[in-house]
């Protein structure tokens, strides 16, 4: 088979990881791969069998004099006057642009069976894209409009009559949602969990960790952002210490709310017991020697830390949230799912490093690469079906 994945950057976001791993998985089991970046250079190399774009359609648009000035036009006058509009006059000469990219890669390449639209940046910059072989996976439901005909008219340029394949069950029904609200409905749907690479991590977990953390420690995993709530985790991590929990806190990741939380560890007197190590190319040794992974998350599209913790054989305790949270802790380990308070979370860990869960290898199964890899080429077989959406 011949497939394409599109997506804006491929930095190190959950997305892009996403992205990569499904292209490293899909050109191992012998299909061509092209992997289309719509912004930048990708900051990880994929397997060598994937073949890589990097077009900037956005920026190529805008070159010469017609593409500066439908560009000028847009920013300066159709956004001011029609709000949050921009992606509409953007997506409509990038999507053409996209169409004359596949085409001279079908010309170049063979015609392919599958391209994949990935992320809500890609959605914006190619919402005109109609072709019958392509699908929108939805991590979140991001960039909501207004209920109201204006937001209406926005949302259908996003979603009217599109296929979507969304990363988890509740990531769905909070679609269908919101395109219910909105009098959208979508021409198809289906729930492909997210490939984690489950050899590929337990082989990096066998690297010695640097620094070594003394003594029995819990791990939390994520970008250091508002979503992922890691004042609660710090609250009800102090909360667990004054309880008799004698574990230090091991936090990998970096974002905005890093000084905020590094002041904040400062006043609850944690600062002799708390870990910040900043984002990590390799964060698995870590994670596979914690007693358990600690996730205070608002919302997951899916929560693939969640995976890689269970496939490392290290417990998970996390807040509960929309998303895919409650799709991948399933049986013992929802004992371990948490109200989104501190002392609910504090007992959440100090369950977890008093009563061990061992980890069934059927709850990472259910992820492994050659079963995703072959849902997403089921799409290419049912390319006539549909699924229901509730419209009004």
């Given at each position: 088979m011949r497939l394409l994945i599109t997506l804006r950057r491929l930095g190190t976001g959950g997305i892009e990881q996403a992205s990569l791993t499904l292209a490293n998985a899909m050109a191992a089991a012998g299909h061509e791969v092209h992997l289309l970046v719509l912004k930048g250079q990708p900051t990880h190399t994929p397997h060598p069998d994937v073949i890589v774009h990097c077009r900037d359609l956005d920026r190529e648009q805008r070159s010469g004099l017609a593409g500066m000035g439908w560009h000028l036009l847009n920013r300066l006058v159709l956004t001011p006057i029609l709000p949050h509009s921009r992606f509409v006059w953007q997506g409509w000469r990038c999507s053409r642009a996209f169409d004359a990219f596949v085409a001279d890669t079908e010309r170049r390449y063979g015609p392919l069976d599958l391209?994949?639209?990935?992320?809500?940046g890609a959605f914006e910059m190619l919402w005109r894209v109609q072709d019958p072989r392509a699908w929108r996976v939805v991590e979140a439901v991001t960039g909501r409009f207004s209920r109201n005909a204006w937001g209406r008219w926005l949302t259908r340029r996003l979603f009217q009559g599109k296929r979507v394949v969304c990363v988890s069950e509740g990531v769905r029904t909070s679609l269908h949602a919101y395109l219910t609200e909105q009098r959208v409905t979508l021409d198809a749907t289906r729930v492909i969990y997210n490939a984690v690479p489950i050899a590929e991590l337990r082989h990096k977990a066998q690297e010695a960790p640097s620094p070594v953390i003394p003594g029995p420690f819990l791990v939390h995993v994520a970008r250091l952002?508002?979503?992922?709530?890691q004042t609660l985790l710090l609250e009800a991590f102090a909360l667990a210490r004054r309880q008799g929990l004698t574990h230090r806190l091991v936090i990998i990741g970096d974002g905005s709310q890093r000084p905020k939380l590094e002041a904040l560890t400062q006043r609850l007197g944690l600062e002799e017991v708390v870990h910040f190590l900043g984002q990590q190319a390799n964060p698995y040794p870590w994670v596979a020697r914690a007693d358990a992974l600690v996730l205070s998350s608002r919302f997951e599209g899916l929560g693939i830390v969640l995976?890689?913790?269970?496939?490392?054989?290290?417990p998970c305790v996390a807040t509960q949230a929309s998303g895919g949270i409650a799709e991948v802790l399933i049986d013992e380990q929802r004992d371990l799912v948490t109200e989104p308070t501190a002392a609910a979370l504090a007992e959440g860990m100090l369950k977890a490093v008093t009563s061990p869960i061992t980890i069934r290898p059927a709850w990472v199964e259910r992820f492994a690469e050659p079963r995703i890899v072959g849902e997403f080429l089921d799409?290419?077989?049912?390319?006539?079906?549909?699924?229901?959406?509730?419209?009004?």
């Open positions: 391209i994949l639209l990935r992320g809500q952002v508002p979503v992922k709530q995976i890689e913790a269970l496939a490392l054989g290290t799409l290419i077989e049912h390319r006539s079906e549909s699924a229901d959406v509730p419209s009004s």
